[in-house]
């Protein structure tokens, strides 16, 4: 039996994994807001349920690794440590990474059904790979196949800056400019980025973003407005990371907003700004880009970590 717990900006995730005819079977999964009295809720978790004995544990957070091997959360006041997460385990230690590095080791693995096409060519099955994911933060990794396994590197591209291209987004950039400073390409592609967003563009106005998207989904102007900028910066930014890391196996969308958004993603307007980038508009065609229909990658992920998969 194996531990993974997923501890993200805004919810943590524990679940027991276990292995089921080549691939992974989650259990007693238990998910309560991130706070950070992680440790007590770890300990909490593995009290309430008569547990076998664990054989490996592995956990990932919402921030970078540092040189220590600790996880200091970007979007939360909370440091894992993997030390103290290993004792509170009843081990010797537990493999600790980042949240997109987990979804990275679980995308190569998943079933065909774990992923909805949108958009692009075949790829090239042995050629570098993005995955980034708009959630309470934008998270970002790049993988590639290595002699024997995948290579992942996780990443902050997230934090990087983010560019106007046209009329419309040059104005929507000086209004957050003028509300935030320096403009991320996480300010926008997030949830709070969506709530930024809609904000700038209609001042006065505060709504949660799932409000903004059923508000879109149903015809209000300014939502609809914000929702579609939101998509085309994403695969504008979506875009840059394939150029970046060649990734001709494919770009990944995956975290809490996306997937969430259904049939109503604009996978069109996406496709069009992210091979909007001559004269490499040719090469962006025939990256095929994906959404991870997974509802735990990053669980998944840690489960063939701690294995050693």
């Not at 040059?170 to 003028?178: D, G, S, V």
């Not at 509300?179 to 980025?193: D, I, N, W």
């Given at each position: 039996m194996?531990l ?5 900006g ?8 276990e ?27 593995l ?6 004995p ?6 990932c ?16 006041e ?5 030390a ?30 774990a ?5 692009g ?12 994911g ?31 291209v ?7 950039w ?34 949660r ?6 508000a ?8 609809a ?28 969308l ?6 969430a958004w ?18 490499y ?14 509802p ?8 063939t970590?701690a294995?050693?998969?």
């Amino acid at each position: 039996m194996i531990l993974v717990g997923d501890v993200g900006g805004t919810n943590t995730r524990f679940a027991l994994a276990e292995p089921q005819g080549g691939d992974w079977r989650f259990t007693r999964q238990q998910q309560q807001a991130t706070n950070p009295r992680v440790l007590e809720d770890l300990a909490r978790y593995l009290a309430t349920a008569s547990l076998p004995p664990l054989e490996a544990a592995a956990f990932c957070g919402a921030g970078p690794v540092l040189e220590d091997g600790s996880i200091q959360l970007t979007n939360a006041e909370l440091r894992l440590d993997p030390a103290e997460l290993a004792r509170s385990a009843g081990l010797t230690r537990v493999v600790l990474v980042n949240d997109f590095a987990a979804v990275a080791h679980a995308i190569p693995r998943l079933p065909a059904g774990a992923f909805a096409a949108c958009g692009g060519g075949p790829g090239r099955p042995l050629s570098p790979r993005v995955v980034l994911g708009p959630g309470t933060g934008l998270g970002i990794a790049i993988f590639a196949p290595g002699r024997d396994e995948w290579v992942v590197i996780p990443g902050d591209g997230g934090h990087a800056d983010l560019a106007p291209v046209d009329d419309e987004e040059l104005a929507a950039w000086h209004a957050l400019r003028e509300r935030h400073g320096r403009v991320s390409a996480e300010t926008v592609l997030c949830g709070p980025g969506l709530e930024r967003l809609h904000a700038a563009l209609t001042p006065g106005e505060s709504r949660r973003a799932s409000e903004i998207a059923e508000a879109a989904w149903s015809g209000d102007g300014p939502a609809a407005r914000a929702v579609a900028l939101f998509t085309r910066w994403l695969g504008r930014v979506a875009g840059n990371l394939a150029l970046t890391a060649g990734a001709t196996g494919g770009v990944y969308l995956a975290g809490g907003v996306i997937p969430a958004w259904g049939e109503h993603f604009d996978a069109r307007a996406f496709r069009a700004a992210f091979e909007d980038k001559p004269p490499y508009t040719d090469w962006l065609r025939a990256v095929p880009t994906s959404i991870v229909r997974h509802p735990q990658p990053g669980l998944y992920g840690l489960a063939t970590l701690a294995a050693g998969r």
